[in-house]
């Protein structure tokens, strides 16, 4: 594994770059608004390095540009207001840090790939945050991952919200990526949540006037119809009493037939032939009595269709779904749900298979004592200052082969005059030195109670003597600060005399050496110099040992060389540095140091 390469180094350089604080450790993944936590994820995992860098770029997005003092309490309006912030966001950060677009646009394509970006057809306010969601990251964030998630949301919503209404929420969020405030990002959520309001009231108010106009057709046939009853019924009593007056006429008229008599029967007779059925047009007309012109009933439309009451009905009662709705979560949260993705890959790791943790600097949580007098160190140690110094000078310089000039003559090679060798000139040759980066970790855990001043006093010692060397580049930090993290004493290139009080660091906690081993291999890995040497002050009894020997493995195999100075340990140290001096006192320092450095500076 290149832990150049690896998550914990790519994800601290990132957070380095966009201005935010990036942690890796334990199992949770999160933010509180100023620093981003990911957890132990498994190393060499292309799925788990795309999640996690898509979850970093998101949540610095939040980091930089949400204000988080703008809340919500009625929840739909809060889960809209998210959805139309996170695009805003994306947006901004994807133009400040185009690696971020990247990052995130293959977040969003793998969410919608594996489902997480569906939603419920039946729920018709989660279909509505689906459509609204999928059509922004698609046409603003050009996501066309979530091209399909947005044709079936439309499918479904547009038959019952209507083609106007959508259009003119659509109109509205075109203008989310124009966005420059989570205020801005708000007032867009209520706005269209009002459109959808103004429908509701104009569908709820066609309903009833269709309702009306229906009622007052009703009344109106009734009344027509006890009218045309009363018609019948005269009409009935007439024609009885017709019938009496012809029944009499036939009667008087049977003993007296004449011609004429029988000609009206004729007449009669025809009549009657024709005046049940009445004409071929007269019955064509009366077949769609029933319908209306062309078959319609009497409202216009066909017997199959849709009445536009009904339509209103559907469009009122979605409305109604989705400006009522009480979610029981939030719908399109991406930091939620890759989070939870995180941290289901957390728990499947072991210390042999996870990445290295990066817990992060304390940023001020920890209290301080008296320092160590560093005159009176420099005085104890000036020995050790004094020979680190000859050694790297002597160093510099090698005695080289003979040459052909020179000043002065070695004797040694005379006997090559003879055979033509002019090779007899002694010089020296300067050698450049090599470039060590060293970076120096301080154990104040509450087990160092008794060793705390020594361990602190020989802490500034190695760093103040190796920051007066030339070519070597020193930095110290003490472990642990709060929740595992490390604690700055002395950064890279600046003087201990400047950070001194730091040193006065007092013992407390446990002993979480494997995450000061992230840490270190953090600096490592940003570092240019060619050498990198780790020394740890301890007493050699870390928590979680398998860790910490899986840590120290892949810092060796990245050429990272490691020394202990066991602070009064009985040689515990040796269970993980094979390179390792016991100390009892500060006296010793010097001597231990001079061993364990001579062959490192030197070779």
Known sequence: MNISKSLPIVAKAMGDQMGVNVVIRGNTAATNGKTIYLPELPKDDAEATLLARGFLDHEAAHVRLTDFSVTENDPYLKNLTNIIEDIRIEKEMGLLYPGCAVNLRNLANHLAKTGSFDFDSDQPDQLFLGWVLARCRSRILTQKGLDPVFKNANQILEPALGTELLGKVGRLLDNVGSLKTTKASQTMAARILQLLRQEQQQAQSQCQQQQDQSSESSSEEEQGQGQQDQNDSSKSG?????????????????????????????????????????????????????????????????????????????????????????????????????????????????????????????????????????????????????????????????????????????????????????????????????????????????????????????????????HTVPGVSVCSAAFPGQMASVIPLTPFGVAPAKTLKKYGVVADGGTPLAHALGWAAVQFAMRQEPRKILMVATDGSPSNPEMVRSYLERLREQGVEQMAVGIMDGGACGWYFKNHKTIQNIHELPNALFDMLKDALTS
């Open 238 to 466: 007439q024609d009885n009493e017709d019938n009496k007056s012809d029944q009499g006429n036939q009667a008087n008229s049977r003993d007296e037939p004449s011609a004429e008599s029988d000609q009206d029967n004729k007449a009669d007779d025809s009549n009657d032939t024709t005046g049940e059925s009445g004409s071929p047009q007269e019955q064509n007309q009366n077949d769609g009595s029933e319908l209306g012109d062309q078959g319609k009933d009497p409202s216009g439309s066909t017997p199959n269709a849709e009445k536009p009451s009904q339509n209103n009905d559907v469009r009122a009662d979605v409305l109604n779904q989705i400006l009522n709705s009480s979610p029981a979560e939030e719908y399109g949260d991406v930091g939620e749900m890759v989070g939870a993705e995180l941290e289901a890959k957390a728990e499947e790791t072991t210390p042999a298979t996870a990445e290295m943790v990066y817990p992060g600097e304390d940023g001020g949580s920890v209290n301080f004592s008296y320092p160590p007098d560093l005159g009176t160190v420099r005085r104890n140690t000036s020995a050790l200052r004094s020979r680190l110094g000859s050694l790297i000078q002597a160093s510099k310089l090698k005695r080289s082969c003979a040459g052909r000039y020179g000043r002065r003559i070695d004797q040694r090679v005379l006997c090559r005059l003879p055979v033509g060798d002019m090779r007899i000139f002694r010089k020296r040759v300067e050698k450049t030195a090599v470039n060590t980066a060293v970076i120096i970790l301080l154990d104040r855990s509450g087990s160092m109670n008794s060793r705390m001043s020594l361990a602190a006093e020989a802490t500034l010692a190695v760093t103040d003597a190796l």
